[in-house]
């Protein structure tokens, strides 16, 4: 469904990512791990089209989108949730969710479908609704970011650290939730430091350091590699 290939990102002088290559199959969950910095943010935000690629290729669905705007990429329906986590902080639950849904905003009727959709798969935003999203925890903010990002209706969800700073029982409520949008069939690239949480739920697994992708593998692969610490603290 989405494939890369020799990816770099660039900020000046500084290159972040040197060369991703990576595959992601319809109904995948694929966890792409690093230590800090290693570049796993630009490589999302250049697939997202937030970012300009200084090279190599991103392939959607076999069409070159290497150049594509965010806005394109969306249409698409590539929807990102990236790490800031920002909500609407003023609006209210239901106004926050309400905006991801802007592009289909005629379709009354399928965006209330959505709607009870996402308060049934994530019953503290059903019962914060009239709430304004600004005085809500941090992991439920996170749960509002995720859900109105499934509100576009996407294909491809990206996700960047959706556990950064979040309480372990937040935590696992976070990742049962990814497990959840997997077994409807989403296909999901999920950015993660949480190595062991994240290969849980994932079916494969990239590492990357230092701006390049240093190993590969099924998930299980990959939870089983010895050297994994090594590579973090590495990183
Ligand atoms: N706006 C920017 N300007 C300059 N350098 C940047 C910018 N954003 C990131 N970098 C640098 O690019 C490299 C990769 O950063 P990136 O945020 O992609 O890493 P990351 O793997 O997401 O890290 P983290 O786990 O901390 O989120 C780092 O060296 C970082 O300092
Ligand atoms: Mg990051």
Do not use: H, W
Not at 102 to 107: K, L
Not at 133 to 138: I, R
Not at 226 to 231: G, V
């Amino acid at each position: 469904m989405l494939e890369i290939a020799g990816l770099q990102v660039a900020y000046g002088a500084i290159r972040a990512v040197r060369d991703v290559s990576l595959t992601l199959a319809e109904g995948e969950l694929v966890t792409l791990l690093g230590a800090n910095g290693a570049g796993k943010s630009s490589t999302l935000m250049c697939i997202a089209g937030a970012l300009p690629a200084a090279a190599g290729a991103i392939r959607l669905e076999g069409q070159d989108v290497t150049a594509a705007r965010p806005e394109v990429m969306a249409r698409r329906g590539v929807a990102t949730v990236p790490e800031t986590r920002d909500v609407f902080p003023d609006l209210t639950v239901d106004e926050n969710l309400q905006l991801g849904a802007y592009t289909r905003r005629n379709d009354t009727k399928g965006v209330a479908e959505d709607r009870t959709r996402m308060f049934g798969m994530f019953p503290v935003l059903a019962e914060r609704s009239s709430q304004p999203a600004g005085t809500l925890s941090g992991g439920e903010q996170q749960m509002l970011v995720i859900a109105r990002a499934m509100m576009s209706r996407p294909r491809i969800l990206l996700l960047d650290e959706p556990s950064l700073g979040l309480a372990p029982t937040i935590v696992n409520r976070i990742f049962e939730m990814i497990a959840t949008l997997k077994g409807s069939g989403l296909t999901i690239l999920l950015v993660e430091q949480n190595a062991s949480k994240a290969l849980e739920v994932a079916d494969r697994a990239y590492v990357m350091r230092l701006g390049k992708i240093e190993a590969e593998g099924t998930a299980a692969e990959i939870a089983a590699a010895t050297d994994l610490k090594a590579l973090y603290l590495a990183g």
